[in-house]
C-alpha cells in the first residue's frame, strides 16, 4: 500500500499543497491516505509526519515529492529513512536529487542501502565521541556521563502511550522529557519494543 506525506513551510497561503498532492495521486497514492504539515522543515512538532510515520506498516512504501519535503535537516532525514527500513517500509521520492529512491527497484535498493549507511556512521561517531569524552573525564578525576534518558519505568510509559492509535509521538515525547527521534530509537508507533527497548526491559 502507497502512503504519502506532502508539506509546505508557510500556512499564510503563499505555497499550496496541491502540486504536490496531485503528484502523489498521479503516482497512485489514494487521496485518502496523503497526510501533510504546513510547517517549517526546521521545526519538531509536525503532526502531519508523527501520523504517517505511525500509521505506516510493514511493507508499506512511503511517498513523498522531494527529499526535502521529509526531513528536517540531514541527521533527521538519515534517522528517518532508517527507521523506514527497520520496520520494513519502502520509500519513493518523485522529484529532485532523490528521484531515483525508489525500493521496488535494484537502484532505489542501493540509495536505501546508503542511508542506512549514513546512520550507522552517524551511529559510530556519536559512540566515538562518547567514549573519548568519558576517557577524558576520567582522566581529571571524573566518572560517568550524562544521565541515561530512558529506563523500565519510562519505556513502559512510552509503550502505553504509543499503544493508543490517537497518541501523538511527539506529546508523548514531550510529557517524557526526550526527543521523538529518542523515543523512536526506543519504541515503534504502535507501542511494540524495538531491539533498544527490549535491552532495557532485560536490564542489558
Known amino acids: 500500500m502507497l502512503v504519502g506525506y506532502v508539506r509546505v ?13 496531485d503528484a502523489l495521486i498521479a503516482a497512485g497514492v489514494e487521496s485518502s491516505r496523503i497526510y501533510e504539515d504546513l510547517a517549517s522543515g526546521c521545526k519538531d512538532d509536525r503532526p502531519g509526519l ?37 520496520r520494513n517500509i519502502g520509500l519513493k521520492v518523485l522529484a529532485g536529487a532523490g528521484a531515483q529512491i525508489d525500493t521496488t527497484t535494484a537502484n532505489g535498493r542501493l540509495f536505501f542501502g546508503i542511508f542506512a549507511a549514513l546512520a550507522e556512521f552517524e551511529r559510530e561517531l556519536i559512540a566515538e565521541r562518547t567514549h573519548a569524552g568519558l576517557a577524558a573525564a576520567r582522566a581529571r578525576g571524573r566518572q560517568g556521563g550524562r544521565p541515561r534518558k530512558m529506563n523500565r519505568p519510562t519505556i513502559m510509559m512510552a509503550m502505553t502511550a504509543m499503544a493508543d492509535p490517537k497518541a501523538n509521538a511527539a506529546e508523548v515525547a514531550r510529557r517524557l522529557n526526550i526527543t521523538t527521534t529518542t523515543l523512536y530509537m526506543y519504541v515503534n508507533g504502535d507501542g ?12 542489558a
Not at 9 to 21: C, E, H, M, N, V
Not at 58 to 84: A, C, Y
Not at 192 to 203: E, F, T
Open 9 to 21: 513551510s508557510k500556512s499564510d497561503g503563499s505555497q499550496t499543497l496541491a502540486p504536490q498532492r
Open 50 to 86: 508523527q501520523a504517517c510515520l505511525k500509521a505506516l506498516q510493514p511493507s508499506n512504501t512511503l511517498v513523498v515529492w522531494k527529499l526535502d519535503r521529509l526531513g528536517r535537516n540531514l541527521k533527521h532525514l538519515v534517522t528517518t529513512v532508517d527507521e523506514l527500513r527497520t
Open 192 to 203: 511494540s519494543l524495538k531491539q533498544a527497548g527490549q535491552d532495557i526491559m532485560r536490564g
